[in-house]
């Protein structure tokens, strides 16, 4: 009995943290009268500044570089190896798996 109620709390515990968080709702007392903006909302219709255009010219040589980007080939074999051994280990354990249950 008190290991059932313990498994049963610990799923209903388990659910709520992964469901969404209820909205909370404000009460608000004053009338709609006595609402202000204080910022004014921007559609669209006011003319912004126009921004300088990007450019090859205009933009740094190592703006879209990654640390990754500054390896020579030798230092990211490593890197890649680790994927392609990441991505096939599991299928291969399946298929030693799948063979071994015959």
């Not at 659910?15 to 006595?34: C, E, G, K, N």
């Not at 910022?39 to 190592?62: C, D, V």
């Not at 051994?85 to 299928?91: A, D, E, Q, R, T």
């Amino acid at each position: 009995m008190m290991r059932s109620l313990l498994s049963l709390l610990l799923i209903a515990a388990t659910a709520t943290a992964f469901s969404p968080a209820a909205p909370s709702r404000a009460v608000h007392t004053a009338t709609s009268s006595s609402r202000t903006t204080s910022s004014p909302l921007g559609m669209g219709f006011m003319p912004e500044p126009e921004r300088e255009k990007l450019t090859r010219e205009s933009e740094p040589e190592e703006f879209f570089s990654t640390n990754t980007d500054k390896m020579s080939d030798e230092q990211k074999l490593p890197i890649a190896i680790a994927g392609l051994v990441g991505i096939s280990l599991p299928f291969i354990a399946g298929l030693i798996a799948l063979y071994a249950s015959k």
